[in-house]
């Protein structure tokens, strides 16, 4: 691990060694990745990032595995998209779009798995187990069938299908669960010592939050090193906001940027904010949200680990947590694909939801720079998007009475 020091708890500060396979500190605290910035400082300069590859290992100097660990499949340095029509309608005039859809396997996902893979590769870790909302399965099974490490996936059993039908075509030995998420992470917990399984749960490892922390790298250097006025990103786990939060306090060690940040706006759906809840509450932690339900899959986090991360991140920042309903965001969706050719998963829709609605509250101001992530493809939720599609709506359809076949 070429500049890595230490690992560091989140939440009561004890050091822990590098080199050595972790999940939570003993106190319950996820652990972050901390790196000697100083030597980094001096040897890696803003200008010679562009001399690094069109993917998220152009920052391989902040990221934990060594070069010949790293399995890639071309995630991150993904487009930063301005969506002047989009923008134009909702009053906000400096909108941007980071399309992370375009990622492997279809999500944001890659980046923090891709990582974290390479860290299992690394530390020779051979048999991995993951609870999943859908697209991490999707991604952890992709860059563990790359690097031949077994994968073993809890899902809900609704997560939409195409989640299921890619972590079976990556061979992940799928389990579907009758449940949400949180029981999927309890049955992984349960089994993976007498498994041998590395429970490689969202912020039980340290890896895939340095992963997702590459968007707020690129973020910046896409903006010529000038953070945003304010993030809208679509939190379950809330991964890729706290490893924003931490690129921006790495990218400042580095010189590379001032102590301006984005508003970070914490965007999640009505049927399950825990995170909105403790914001509007102003609670330093969240409660469990009983009942979650959304078509946002990925927002279905009844009770995020790392909730503590992202509200201190929401707050000191002056950002804000806003929930959005599930026709919300398929209306956005529809409009962000109609008016920028973004087709995005509902979860990234949610932003432009959330958008309008703090425009309206006048937290953000029409001239502000704003960037939504758009986390995922809307080309992997069929089953949502289908209830503003349906096939049988189509005229000609109708009109030919059916299924067009040859003459
Ligand atoms: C498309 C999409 N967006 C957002 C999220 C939430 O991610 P995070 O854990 O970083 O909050 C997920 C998680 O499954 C997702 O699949
Ligand atoms: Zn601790």
Request: glycine share 12%; hydrophobic share 40%.
């Amino acid at each position: 691990m070429p500049n890595v020091t230490h690992l560091e708890c989140s939440l009561c500060g004890k050091r822990h060694e590098a080199g050595q396979v972790w999940n939570l500190c003993e106190c319950g605290g996820p652990l972050l990745v901390r790196y000697d910035l100083d030597r980094v400082r001096h040897r890696w300069k803003r200008r010679d990032v562009s001399n690094g590859p069109a993917s998220m290992w152009r920052y391989a100097p902040v990221l934990p595995p060594a070069n010949g660990s790293v399995i890639s499949l071309g995630e991150g340095w993904t487009p930063l998209i301005r969506a002047n029509r989009l923008g134009e309608r909702l009053g906000a005039h400096n909108l941007w779009v980071k399309d992370e859809g375009v990622n492997p396997t279809g999500s944001f996902k890659a980046r923090g798995l891709s990582c974290a893979v390479s860290m299992c590769v690394e530390l020779g870790i051979r048999k991995v187990a993951i609870p999943s909302a859908g697209n991490a399965a999707g991604a952890l099974a992709a860059y563990a069938a790359a690097a031949g490490i077994e994968t073993h996936i809890f899902m809900p059993k609704d997560v939409p299908e195409a989640n299921y039908l890619e972590s079976m075509a990556y061979g992940a030995k799928v389990t579907l669960v009758d449940g949400l998420i949180s029981d999927c992470g309890r049955m992984v917990a349960e089994r993976a010592a007498a498994e041998g399984w590395f429970d490689i749960t969202t912020l039980k490892e340290p890896y895939r939050i340095e992963g997702k922390k590459t968007m707020g790298y690129e973020v910046a250097e896409q903006l010529d090193w000038e953070l945003p006025d304010a993030i809208f990103y679509p939190t379950g786990g809330g991964v890729g906001m706290i490893g924003m939060w931490k690129a921006f306090a790495e990218m400042e060690h580095l010189g590379w940027i001032g102590s301006r940040r984005p508003k970070m706006i914490a965007v999640q759906a009505d049927g399950c904010a825990p995170v909105v809840r403790a914001w509007e509450e102003n609670e330093p932690r969240s409660r469990f949200w009983d009942e979650a339900t959304t078509i946002a899959s990925g927002l279905r986090v009844p009770k995020p680990l790392g909730d503590f991360l992202i509200l201190e991140a929401v707050r000191k920042s002056g950002g804000a947590a806003v929930a959005v309903s599930d026709e919300a965001m398929l209306d956005a969706g529809a409009r962000l694909a109609q008016e920028e050719g973004v087709f995005a998963a509902p979860e990234g829709a949610s932003c432009v939801a959330g958008l309008e609605k703090l425009l309206a509250s006048g937290l953000l101001k029409p001239e502000d720079r704003v960037v939504l992530y758009n986390t995922g493809t809307g080309l992997k939720y069929p089953e949502a998007y289908a209830t503003r599609f349906p096939r049988t709506a189509s005229g000609q359809q109708d009109k030919l009475g059916g299924l067009i076949t040859p003459r």
